[in-house]
């Protein structure tokens, strides 16, 4: 009998020990494609043991996407980085595959999300190495506030930033970021809602003999407003002298109707949703105006319309004369046939004269 309470205090014992092993891991709610995905973790577990870590993609069924072995370090911790590039947007989970932990926290949600069109630069991608290099450009729902810029050169090193640049009212923002060779520079941008992605600029070194190269730099005017098929935007856009090009933003399926010099209303709808919608026109220092609505009628949303090649851009308060007529015709009744008034008179003509001779026969 006493070897019997022995064992079952030796078995509670041991379910007792192997109970108290714990781990815990952190990883952020949400985080953009393309950073590093940073699982930290804590345990009970012995220093150098090793530990599974998978991040698995949750859609109808959970997939795994990567796997990491990872080992408890000297102060009972340990870490896993998971490369998100190329990742799809979309719900994931990271987890540590261990079970009778107790109150261990063995797994955390993490929600993958593409910020990378909220961005669009307008300084130029390829640039002449001068002893800088231009960043410049728009920033959506970033009017008003700033930006955070980090710029990485060649030799992976930190050239500029991090540091936060104004942007404007329309979002825009620009700097000069000094640096001392050509080469490769990763800028990447941050603000208030994380961070939002980043751009290659390739600085080349043009060897002349005496001369030095000139450099055209594009002006790009924006402008941004509300717009569905039911209240479209308009805008008014003042060219400069060569061909104007005209971008929408992307995400949602926008359509570009314009006249051409002869009053003929043209219509522009080839991207679909991933690309921005994009149209060419002679600007010859003339003022010409556009209509930008959804594609689907559902759709009651923020369009952003860049112009390079532009002087200005602005809101249409009214409806600009090219779309007057038309939007006139499209609401203008169909006249009524006079036919059937005169049939309904004739009808009521005879009715009588039959009445009249009625009443004479009696």
Not at 234 to 251: C, M, P
Not at 290 to 304: L, Q, T
Request: proline share 6%; charged share 15%; glycine share 8%.
């Amino acid at each position: 009998m006493k070897k019997i309470v022995l064992l079952v205090m030796g078995l509670l014992f041991l379910t007792g020990v192997a109970s108290a092993y714990q781990v815990n891991i952190d990883a952020p709610d949400s985080l953009p494609v393309g950073k590093p995905l940073i699982v930290n973790g804590t345990t009970t577990f012995g220093i150098g043991t090793p530990i599974d870590v998978v991040l698995y993609y949750q859609l109808t069924t959970t997939s795994e996407i990567k796997r990491k072995i990872v080992y408890v370090q000297s102060d009972y911790t340990f870490r896993a980085v998971f490369d998100t590039t190329g990742l799809k947007t979309g719900m994931y989970k990271v987890e540590v595959p261990t079970s009778g932990m107790g109150d261990s926290i063995t797994m955390r949600v993490v929600n993958l999300v593409d910020r990378s069109d909220d961005i669009q630069l307008t300084s130029q991608m390829s640039q002449i190495f001068n002893g800088k290099i231009s960043v410049a450009g728009t920033i959506k729902g970033d009017e008003n506030s700033g930006v955070q810029i980090e710029v990485i050169g060649p030799g992976n090193s930190v050239v500029f930033g991090p540091l936060y640049v104004n942007t404007n009212y329309q979002g825009s923002f620009s700097t000069d970021v000094p640096i001392t060779e050509p080469g490769d520079y990763e800028v990447s941008f941050t603000d208030a809602g994380g961070y939002i992605g980043d751009r290659i600029i390739t600085v080349n070194q043009f060897l002349t003999f005496g001369t030095t190269p000139t450099v055209t730099k594009s002006v790009v005017v924006s402008a941004h407003t509300k717009s569905s098929q039911e209240n479209p935007a308009y805008f008014i856009i003042t060219g400069g002298t060569g061909l104007v090009t005209i971008h929408t933003s992307s995400s949602i399926d926008w359509v570009i109707e314009y006249a051409d010099d002869n009053g003929v209303i043209h219509v522009v709808n080839q991207q679909g949703e991933q690309y921005p919608e994009q149209v060419q026109l002679q600007g010859k220092g003339k003022t010409f105006s556009i209509k930008v609505y959804p594609y689907k009628v559902s759709v009651n949303s923020e369009v952003f319309v860049y112009a390079e090649n532009a002087t200005q851009i602005v809101i249409s308060p009214t409806i600009p004369a090219p779309f007057a007529g038309a939007a006139a015709a499209s609401q203008t009744p169909t006249p009524k046939s006079p036919i059937i008034p005169l049939l309904v008179v004739a009808a009521v003509g005879i009715a009588i004269l039959i009445l009249a001779k009625k009443d004479e026969n009696r």
